[in-house]
């Protein structure tokens, strides 16, 4: 049982560390890009990174303030940086 808990626990610690990481690259890239820059843009700045992983990074930024996503005309997405990520 608690070999168990340990292997999970280890695997959750690994995962948290592994989505900071992601977010830590992406906030570098949007303070090397404009302001306001398109999502693919972002996710080109990170080729180590998935779109996926991009996207779950921005959402958390979002969620704590630093960016908003806007969805523009043409169904492309914007990411606009409100205070220094």
């Known amino acids: 049982m ?3 808990k340990d292997a999970i626990m ?6 948290d560390v592994a989505q900071t990481n992601s977010i830590d690259q992406v906030r570098n890239a949007l303070e090397q890009l404009d302001t306001d820059c398109a999502l ?7 080729p180590e ?3 996926c992983q ?3 990074a921005i959402d958390h930024l979002s969620r704590q303030g630093y960016v ?3 969805l523009e ?6 990411v606009r940086t409100y205070r220094p990520v």
């Open 2 to 4: 608690f070999m168990l």
């Open 10 to 15: 280890d695997t959750k610690m690994r995962r």
């Open 40 to 46: 693919n843009e972002v996710v080109d700045f990170c």
């Open 49 to 51: 990174l998935t779109w």
């Open 54 to 56: 991009v996207f779950l």
């Open 68 to 70: 908003q996503v806007l």
């Open 73 to 78: 005309v043409g169904g492309t997405y914007k």
